[in-house]
């Protein structure tokens, strides 16, 4: 119940295209979804997040959708560009509780 | 700031052989985590702890163990290395619960051959 599912594992997309992570969790408590970007070599680091009390969370070219009915949330990045180009995890939590629980990862490839 | 800093960048160790993560954070924030990342398996929590004294086992915590002395600092220990712990290591820190930010180490990349 304490899972969180990403998907693609992997994604190679052009510069300028729309570039599109998608998770799914399965515990209802969960209130607090960011998302962390990890460069190779580097640690991870936050990059957005939302609160279920918004269905879109927008920064920059960086987009959070969420939809709480069907327990899914996704990251859109616009005008993809290659210095995008890692790993992007999803990740839940209760914002009550003391940690979080990360997806699989997604390792993002934009190419020139 | 420094933020969160994490001692040794790589090691390679033998079977059975033990040794300590080091972690220190200059933030003074309550809470720090070990984390290990496998490929394609995410970041998983193996221990972390909420203030000084204070510890708790994550997802995956057998084969190593912690302890909190001071705010600053969050060693981990592994005991009888074996090669399934062959993972990148993070340490990761966070003023408070839930929504608040982790700000991530460097990472340890381990080796157990």
């Known amino acids: 119940q304490q899972q969180v599912k990403q998907s693609p594992q992997s994604l190679i997309v052009q510069k300028g295209g729309i570039s599109i992570i998608n998770c799914a969790y399965e515990n209802t408590a969960f209130d607090y979804f960011p998302w962390y970007q990890q460069f190779p070599g580097k640690g991870p680091a936050l990059l957005i997040a939302?609160?279920?009390?918004?269905s879109e969370k927008k920064e920059g070219r960086f987009t959070i959708s969420f939809n709480k009915s069907a327990k899914q949330f996704s990251l859109h990045i616009m005008d993809s560009q290659p210095g995008d180009s890692a790993t992007y995890f999803c990740a839940a939590s209760k914002t009550s509780g003391s940690r979080l629980t990360f997806g699989e990862g997604t390792q993002l490839t934009v190419n020139p | 700031n420094a933020g969160v800093t994490q001692t040794p960048k790589f090691r390679i160790l033998k079977i059975g052989q033990s040794m300590t993560l080091q972690c220190t954070q200059d933030m003074n924030h309550n809470y720090m985590y070990w984390y290990r990342q496998d490929p394609g398996m995410g970041l998983k929590l193996i221990y972390y702890s909420v203030g000084a004294g204070i510890t708790d086992k994550g997802e995956v915590p057998n084969g190593y163990n912690v302890s909190r002395s001071t705010t600053e600092d969050f060693p981990l220990r592994l005991e009888l290395a074996a090669p399934s712990q062959t993972s990148v290591y993070f340490c990761?820190?966070?003023?408070?619960?839930?929504?608040?930010?982790?700000?991530f180490g460097p990472g340890t990349r381990l080796t157990v051959l």
């Open positions: 990761a820190s966070s003023y408070s619960r839930g929504y608040n930010e982790q700000f």
């Open positions: 939302i609160r279920p009390d918004v």
